[in-house]
Structure formats: structure tokens, C-alpha cells
């Protein structure tokens, strides 16, 4: 499931559990706080450029200026995590003068795709 299912699940899961719920108001009022209080649940996005693997002794010998090679070519998908788990692929986007951001190019299912 991506995150565009889950915000649709989600939002088609209310409806339906209201529904099931008696007709009872407090019923329906304490369904949709439980779903405001995952929304407010802080998640941490991590968009990941590339990643580089070195000895201790040459990570000490780097100085300023030095440039870190990393695993990823110019213009690959940078991996976006939320929470550690890779969740989409994205692009490099200048926000503004000062600020990058990452563009979701591609939202990963969270179904385990059969091995064959």
C-alpha cells in the first residue's frame, strides 16, 4: 500500500467504521479523535542522496574541501525513508535561493513482491 492508498483507506475507513458504530454520537466523535490522534503522530523524513563506505583511517584524513564519493550516479532517484523504511523514490527541486527539496517520483507499495 502507498502513501496515496493509505490516506485513501484511511479516509474511507472513517465513513465506514461511523457507520458500523451505533448510532450513538460520543461513539462517532471518539472514532474520528482516534484518527486525529495518528495524524498528529511526528514522523521523520529522511531523503537519502547516496551513501559512502570508508576505513576509520581515511574518514580522519578528510579535511575541508574534501569531496566524499558516493554509490549514486548524477540524476538517480534519491530514496526517501519515513521513520528508516524506504517509503518513495524523488528528485533534487530548488524550494527557493536557500533551500533544496525532494520531488516523490515513484511511492513504493508496502506489499512484498513474490520472489520468482
Sequence with gaps: MGLEDFATSAAAATPAAA??????KDATTVGASQMEAVYDIPVKITAVIGTATMPVSQLLRLGRGAVVELNKKLGEAVDIYANNRLIARGEVVVVDDNHIGVTMTEILSSTPTPQG
Excluded at 457507520?19 to 450513538?24: G, K, R, V, Y
Design 19 to 24: 457507520a458500523a458504530e451505533p448510532a450513538d
